[in-house]
């Protein structure tokens, strides 16, 4: 490395866990860029130093994940309007004059992906979407799926949490009735209606794998399509669960790769491996 090396890096707290890094220096070595990505454990206190250094040390960006997302905000320069909307940034871009741009790819790779499913979006906007949580991650698929002109019903346990949700994401659509609340008992209604089920809890995560946040009584379609966000395990409990209704069901990983792939086009200008990215991550 030297100083024209293009240096990224993933802050958040921990980060040890992650795919990043191998999934970007695989598309650093396959393209034949000079570039590495290093992770960045940042304690909560210390996010505003962090992001700072990023233009300090030469860093040409960085992706953010939790805790983080909303912290780095005040300390950014400017906020791209998909960031802005979601309230959240998974991705900072370092501008040749120092400019820190907070952006958020993870709405764009979830779509993105979908599409690489071949999921019937023309179909899904004259139906609608089910979204199961109204944290972090469900902000960026609603805004998704809002933004594609498909109606999307968020449910929450909690359900002040969706509607705030909902509240903070209408004013930045151009149709402000995509968007709805519900609260968790209507589940068995709104499943009956939706095409598309998306999974944003982290409910069946690793440890946790017996775990399902849909009920063993309520049924599947065959026609219909489950995302899990949730990518370890690669398979989760409902995914098998809608999978022995003959439903379709997907985990994250391709969410994962297709925001990953867009964070690195901007960092570096240049279209991403996607392929190696995906061989990466496997």
Request: with cysteine; aromatic share 6%.
């Amino acid at each position: 490395m030297d100083e024209k090396s293009i240096l990224t890096g993933l802050m958040g707290w921990p980060v040890g866990h992650s795919k990043s890094p191998a999934m970007h220096n695989a598309a650093f070595r396959a393209a034949g860029v000079d570039g590495r990505y290093v992770l960045l454990p940042v304690q909560p206190h210390r996010v505003g130093e962090a992001v700072a250094g990023l233009r300090a040390l030469g860093f040409r960006g960085a992706n953010v994940t939790v805790p983080h997302k909303q912290a780095v905000i005040p300390f950014l320069d400017a906020l791209t309007p998909e960031a802005r909307a979601i309230g959240a940034v998974n991705t900072i871009i370092v501008q040749a004059d120092g400019t820190l741009v907070g952006t958020n790819t993870d709405a764009a790779g979830f779509l993105q992906d979908l599409q690489e499913l071949g999921a019937p979006l023309p179909e899904l906007a004259e139906s609608s979407a089910l979204i199961l949580g109204a944290g972090g991650s469900a902000r960026a698929v609603a805004y998704a799926l809002a933004s594609g002109g498909i109606p999307a019903r968020v449910l929450a346990r909690r359900p002040e949490q969706a509607q705030a949700l909902v509240a903070s994401l209408t004013p930045h659509l151009s149709e402000t009735d995509l968007l709805s609340a519900r609260a968790w008992p209507e589940l068995a209604d709104l499943a009956a209606a939706a095409r598309l089920i998306v999974n944003c809890t982290p409910v069946g995560m690793t440890p946790h794998t017996d775990a399902s946040p849909w009920p063993d009584d309520l049924p599947f379609r065959p026609d219909q399509l489950v995302y899990d966000l949730v990518y370890n395990p690669r398979q989760t409990r409902l995914m098998r669960q809608a999978q022995a209704a003959g439903a379709r069901a997907h985990n994250g990983l391709g969410m994962l790769v297709r925001q990953g792939a867009r964070a690195w086009e901007l960092w570096t200008g240049r279209p991403a491996p996607v392929a190696v990215m995906w061989e990466a991550v496997k």
